[in-house]
């Protein structure tokens, strides 16, 4: 049986999975610094609520939504009023908080059923990883969280951040771990060629559907992250 599937409100992503995200699917974002992460999501959250009518909840372990909103608002998102029409919830933990989250579960899971949310998004999962000193720790976890929030019943994003290696050949990985744990994983690069920066998008796993395997090149224009598509070759006679 094919999986439902959901628009992701990213140009050129929905082409690569053959359609959009998996219904009920976590996927792990990764990339470096300057990679586009937080733009990301914050567009499939936005084109979620205004296109398709999908509220959705943005939990950041990272950003406040003081410095969030306006850096957005460049690409017309009015994350502000999403909030007053409840069609967003964003909910920050500071640093020094992120250790109530996994008490405040429960209580989070009950807030998106009772508003209706079908799209979570977490910015980014590495500062909650890095609470945990051992690597058994931090696995166990990350897992738990990832865990939870498949029992939410939502499409999720979550944001972490890639471990540099300089040998760019090597599969992608995150400080988290959060990879091993999800549906899928989609990494973001944002590498230096030619004396200029470029980036691109790869689908590396992704359970449920049929996707490229291809890396294609993107970039983030006035509306956001928008992934090339290359043009269809003719047909060999």
Same mark, same amino acid.
């Given at each position: 049986?094919?999986?439902?599937?959901?628009?992701?409100?990213?140009?050129?992503?929905?082409?690569?999975?053959?359609?959009?995200?998996?219904?009920?699917?976590?996927?792990?974002?990764?990339?470096?610094?300057?990679?586009?992460?937080?733009?990301?999501?914050?567009?499939?959250?936005?084109?979620?609520?205004?296109?398709?009518?999908?509220?959705?909840?943005f939990?950041?372990?990272?950003?406040?939504?003081?410095?969030?909103?306006?850096?957005?608002?460049?690409?017309?998102?009015?994350?502000?009023?999403?909030?007053?029409?409840?069609?967003?919830?964003?909910?920050?933990?500071?640093?020094?908080?992120?250790?109530?989250?996994?008490?405040?579960?429960?209580? *989070? !899971?009950?807030?998106?059923? $009772?508003?209706? &949310?079908? %799209?979570?998004? #977490?910015?980014?999962?590495?500062?909650?990883?890095?609470?945990?000193?051992?690597?058994?720790?931090?696995?166990?976890?990350?897992?738990?969280?990832?865990?939870?929030?498949?029992?939410?019943?939502?499409?999720?994003?979550?944001?972490?951040?890639?471990?540099?290696?300089?040998?760019?050949?090597?599969?992608?990985?995150?400080?988290?771990?959060?990879?091993?744990?999800?549906?899928?994983?989609?990494?973001?690069?944002?590498?230096?060629?030619?004396?200029?920066?470029?980036?691109?998008?790869?689908?590396?796993? *992704? !359970?449920?559907?049929?996707? $490229?395997?291809? &890396?294609? %090149?993107?970039? #983030?224009?006035?509306?956001?992250?928008?992934?090339e598509?290359?043009?269809?070759?003719?047909?060999k006679?």
């Amino acid at each position: 049986m094919e999986t439902s599937k959901v628009r992701s409100g990213i140009p050129g992503l929905d082409t690569m999975l053959g359609g959009g995200l998996p219904k009920h699917s976590i996927t792990v974002v990764a990339g470096g610094t300057g990679s586009g992460r937080t733009i990301f999501l914050s567009q499939f959250l936005y084109n979620g609520a205004v296109l398709h009518k999908e509220p959705g909840l943005f939990i950041s372990f990272d950003d406040q939504k003081e410095s969030l909103y306006p850096s957005l608002a460049q690409f017309g998102w009015d994350l502000m009023e999403l909030e007053r029409t409840q069609q967003l919830v964003f909910i920050e933990y500071p640093h020094n908080e992120l250790a109530a989250f996994p008490e405040q579960e429960s209580a *989070m !899971r009950d807030l998106v059923s $009772t508003l209706g &949310i079908k %799209r979570v998004v #977490i910015d980014s999962i590495t500062p909650f990883s890095l609470m945990f000193s051992t690597p058994e720790d931090r696995k166990l976890n990350v897992m738990k969280l990832v865990s939870a929030i498949k029992g939410w019943k939502v499409t999720a994003l979550i944001s972490a951040e890639t471990v540099h290696t300089p040998d760019t050949s090597h599969f992608p990985h995150t400080v988290s771990g959060a990879e091993s744990f999800a549906d899928g994983f989609i990494h973001l690069s944002y590498h230096k060629q030619d004396g200029k920066r470029s980036r691109s998008v790869e689908i590396v796993k *992704m !359970r449920g559907c049929k996707h $490229t395997h291809e &890396i294609r %090149r993107a970039q #983030i224009g006035p509306q956001g992250f928008v992934i090339e598509i290359p043009p269809r070759q003719p047909a060999k006679k």
